[in-house]
């Protein structure tokens, strides 16, 4: 049976199911993927609550659902956007980040532009 330690705490896998790994902490038995069972002690050292590493699991679909990048190259200046929502594009503009919707960023490097040249 491989064994592990994380925090003080061992952590045990069967032979049948090398993936899910088990820890006792208290009274209750949690197991899940390593990964998951090591936060579930980590969160459990920091705050002294049981998180079931389920929970934890499921957290890291969510993360690995995450959208494209988009970006857009927009007067010589790269306008990009991380999230995927509406507002959330930016831009380095003289220096100074800007952030908003793409179309207000457009309208805000044209007005500056438009205003140098004058």
């Keep these: 049976m491989p064994t592990t330690s994380h925090r003080g705490f061992v952590l045990q896998s069967k032979p049948e199911s090398p993936d899910v790994w088990s820890v006792q ?8 993927h390593l990964a998951a069972v090591k936060k579930s002690i980590d969160w459990w050292c920091d705050t002294a609550s049981l998180i079931d590493p389920k929970e934890f699991a499921s957290l890291a679909r969510k993360k690995e659902e995450k959208p ?4 857009e190259s927009f007067n010589g200046f790269l306008l990009k956007n991380d999230t995927g929502s509406k507002n959330g594009w930016y831009c380095f503009f003289n220096g100074r980040l800007i952030k908003g919707s793409k179309e207000a960023l457009k309208k805000y490097i044209n007005a500056n532009m438009t205003a140098r040249k004058k």
């Design 68 to 71: 494209a990048e988009q970006q």
């Design 25 to 32: 902490i208290k009274n209750r038995v949690l197991s899940g």
